[in-house]
């Protein structure tokens, strides 16, 4: 649809209809518009997966590895098949927009959403993040480039103002947006966060360079509740505001417009960015109503705007010969067949002293240890969140693989020192019905029911309100084992009762103490009492809570039995690891200790897991250490270990994934999307916390490894590094200059030269190993990194064989950015190329002249 015929949809509606489209419907949809054939645009949250439009745990989706995973993964083709997946996912819950992917950086390891993020270096989350975006678009739904920009901590993330110069913004923090761009990404999301002084949904980042210099032709949505303005939003190149009805804009909005306070022309251009994002979508004309049926059927084709194949999705995703009309049955199974793929490819082995992979024939007993082997944590917390269908657990995968061929014996060790999860169906029953799960009910002011219904989960974020709605309630009925001194919680805000057996434990007002709507709607605070109860019989416990305005509605029971004596945990674990043959000892998180809202502030391990793990170690040299970790943790004890393996949040498939890895049956993958440090105090850059409301980033380009770099300090693992099942030697390096080709984002894409690097396979396995390019300026008139990832590829080979791997360097990689001159620049001389294995172990080198390159060079500032 060209621009014209845009502006001509456009002027039919008068500047009210205009202006009510550039809020949201409802929380999760725009608004239609019958008078040009305009449906709704259906959004949800990413990246893990797609949650569709309510918390519901009996609405399920597939659960991807976390984006720490896929960042290790080095693998944009396996990127795109995954995005592939989320989009099949989308078209199945009737969702447009995928609010995926996140391109901030791991700045810090304390935040919050670390684990939702693909890498500490531009260029990896930008190729990372690109190959995600095309998957997703590939097949019709429109991919959200976020959180735009520098929203890399969560402490008071509504009001930080993050002070960053303007080389560090565009050669660090901006670059991956500007990669997502050129990959031809339709949304892109503000953050919640300020940048030097102006609020992200004001900024004039949003029109230059996002919209001007890079030409991004989609739309700019805000976060939820991030627009806090009328005029200054509305006049930034802002699109959409988030959710609806109400808000800022709406009513408000018009009457500025009338004012001449915002120029028409400005809403004018909004609502054809949104018209054109919709057209693309098959939202908009004819194909609004049925292009979603059609795709199911097999039978949709292109409908307009750029190339995309909807079809291709379940095809992709399926068997190779497609079939009509595919079911999400067998979709599912491909499906997960792809995400047990993935945990393979993006587990990172950090250290083996010769343990993996793990001999079947050679074992007759393997304890498997730590309560994540049965319980792990398959994602982070926040709005990200899904519910899976069926999780495979570590202890699941293992026995699997080892059934009728070795005992397995689960010793769950000490517990976490944490409070108790949300009760689940395997822990509870409804008193209503009996079945596993919980009942929720809904109250009136007189404490009549109005809404009754049985659930799986005692973590209700949106229970229904009926007419009249004033109390929440979560009832069920907790065998109570051995009895002891049990802890109960319940969560939300305003008035909150918990009741055992019809004795109050809690009865009280809790208020609201953030406006954060991840706390509010989606992790509110737990209140927590233990009471000793008797053992062997049914606990009735019930949580309620009072609605009020402007205090959510979300509602959380939590049960659980007392903890075992650690001394005892840690004496059956070891007791375990003695008569065993081989041991699996699973270390993670805890249920909050990763989530949206609140920065970490430390890395240790919870509990005892430091103790435990020692203790193992020491009876049994064969243990393996698996982890269970979103982001980065201490290992003060890694060079116990016998083998180190980094698993993530490694989604519902992990169990199967981690076990393909232990017992040879896949290689692990993963090479570190960031540099793990010995201690926090380590870390060159840490810190998560603004200071009279400024976080400053005086580290400027040096963040990950750049700052350990810098630093001089030896981290405990660094960027980029990762063993597999074989041995390589790097044998020669050559660099070849490339003809770069002009158009849009050619300096950010195209090669301005390839390196090509020889390396051979010398170990006894067939495997992979990822090449890495790294640039250096030995002499510079500028403050630079003392190297810097330039490019990456995979190799593979066969035992003793040689290959030659291609890495294409674009001219950016050569390029800074002019705070003087406004644009990019190039300092004439000598680059040193580096290649290897990670960004400290790099035996091959090359020197070139950026004469021989043709590069564009220009004076330094």
Not at 269 to 298: F, I, M, P, Q
């Amino acid at each position: 649809m060209t621009e014209e015929e845009l502006t001509r949809l456009a002027d039919k509606l008068d500047l009210r209809q205009r202006i009510r489209l550039l809020t949201g419907a409802t929380t999760w949809r725009t608004h239609a518009e019958p008078v040009l054939g305009l449906a709704e645009l259906t959004m949800s949250d990413g990246p893990a997966g797609v949650r569709g439009e309510t918390w519901d745990e009996r609405d399920t989706s597939l659960l991807l590895p976390s984006a720490s995973a896929l960042g290790a993964m080095w693998d944009e083709r396996l990127a795109e098949r995954l995005g592939a997946l989320l989009a099949a996912e989308a078209r199945r819950k009737g969702v447009d927009v995928v609010l995926a992917p996140n391109l901030n950086l791991h700045r810090s390891p304390l935040g919050g959403r670390h684990f939702e993020c693909f890498a500490e270096d531009p260029v990896l989350t930008g190729r990372t993040g690109a190959a995600l975006i095309r998957g997703i678009q590939r097949h019709g739904v429109a991919a959200t480039a976020k959180h735009y920009v520098a929203n890399d901590s969560e402490t008071d993330r509504l009001t930080a103002d993050v002070r960053v110069g303007e080389r560090a913004l565009r050669e660090v923090y901006l670059a991956p947006f500007e990669a997502a761009v050129a990959a031809g990404v339709r949304a892109v999301m503000t953050g919640y966060n300020g940048v030097n002084g102006t609020t992200m949904t004001e900024s004039p980042l949003l029109a230059e360079p996002l919209k001007g210099e890079w030409g991004f032709a989609g739309v700019v949505v805000s976060d939820w509740g991030a627009v806090r303005t009328t005029g200054p939003s509305a006049r930034a190149a802002l699109d959409l505001a988030m959710p609806g009805p109400g808000g800022p804009w709406e009513d408000a909005l018009l009457r500025a417009v009338e004012s001449g306070a915002v120029p028409v022309e400005v809403i004018d251009d909004k609502v054809r960015r949104l018209l054109r994002l919709a057209h693309w979508a098959g939202a908009l004309g004819e194909s609004a109503r049925s292009v979603n049926s059609r795709w199911l059927s097999g039978t949709c084709t292109e409908s307009g705007g750029p190339a995309f194949e909807r079809a291709g999705a379940v095809e992709e995703l399926a068997a190779p010969t497609r079939q009509a009309g595919p079911t999400w049955e067998s979709e599912a199974v491909s499906g997960r067949g792809l995400l047990r793929t993935a945990v393979a490819a993006g587990a990172v082995l950090l250290r083996n002293r010769g343990v993996l992979p793990l001999d079947r024939d050679e074992l007759s007993t393997v304890a498997v240890i730590g309560v994540h082997a049965a319980h792990p944590r398959t994602q982070g917390g926040g709005s990200a969140g899904v519910f899976p269908g069926g999780v495979v657990s570590f202890l699941d995968g293992i026995r699997r693989e080892l059934d009728g061929r070795a005992e397995v014996v689960h010793v769950p060790g000490p517990a976490l020192d944490s409070p108790p999860p949300p009760l689940d169906s395997a822990r509870c029953r409804d008193p209503r019905c009996g079945a596993p799960g919980v009942l929720l009910r809904v109250l009136d002011a007189e404490g009549r029911e109005l809404h009754a219904e049985h659930r799986l989960s005692g973590r209700q974020l949106e229970p229904p309100l009926p007419p009249g709605a004033h109390t929440v309630e979560i009832s069920a009925l907790v065998p109570s084992g051995e009895g002891g001194a049990w802890c109960f919680g319940v969560g939300g805000f305003g008035r909150m009762t918990l009741t055992v057996d019809g004795r109050a434990l809690i009865d009280d007002e809790f208020s609201r103490l953030t406006d954060d709507p991840a706390v509010v709607h989606v992790n509110p605070p737990c209140q927590y009492t233990r009471a000793q109860v008797p053992g062997g019989r049914d606990l009735h416990v019930v949580a309620r809570r009072a609605l009020a305005p402007g205090m959510g509605r979300a509602t959380v029971l939590c049960a659980a039995p007392p903890d075992p004596a650690p001394e005892t945990a840690v004496a059956d674990a070891v007791a375990a690891a003695r008569r065993a043959d081989a041991v699996v000892l699973v270390l993670g998180a805890t249920e909050n200790s990763e989530s949206e809202g609140h920065d970490r502030t430390t890395l240790a391990l919870p509990g005892h897991q430091n103790d435990l793990v020692h203790a193992v170690c020491a009876a049994n040299a064969r243990t393996v250490v698996v982890l269970n970790t979103g982001s980065p943790v201490e290992l003060p004890w890694r060079d116990a270990a016998g083998a180190l393996l980094l698993t993530w949040f490694p989604g519902q498939e992990g169990g199967a994934g981690v076990a393909d890895v232990l017992f040879g049956r896949a290689e692990p993958g993963g090479r570190l999307p960031t540099t793990w440090g010995a201690t926090l105090d380590d870390v060159p850059v840490s810190r998560t916390r603004p200071e009279h409301g400024v976080l400053d980033y005086a580290e400027g380009l040096h963040i990950g490894y750049r700052a350990w770099l810098r630093s001089g300090r030896e981290p405990a693992y660094w960027f980029g590094h990762g063993l597999g099942y074989t041995t390589w030697s790097y044998d020669d390096v050559q660099v070849r200059a490339e003809a770069l080709t002009g158009g849009s984002g050619s300096a950010l894409t195209g090669a301005v030269c390839t390196v090509d690097v020889r390396l051979r396979n010398t170990g006894r396995r067939p495997g992979r190993e990822v090449v890495q390019v790294y640039l250096a300026r030995p002499v510079s008139e500028l403050d630079r990194p003392l190297r810097w990832l330039a490019g990456y590829a995979s190799a593979e080979a066969a035992p003793g064989e040689e290959v030659t791997v291609s890495v294409r360097v674009p001219q950016r990689a050569f390029e800074h950015w002019c705070e003087a001159g406004g644009g990019w620049r190039t300092e004439p001389g000598e680059w040193l190329v580096l290649a290897g294995r990670s960004v400290d172990e790099l035996p091959l080198r090359a020197v070139v002249d950026g004469r021989e390159l043709d590069l564009a060079a220009a004076p330094s500032p």
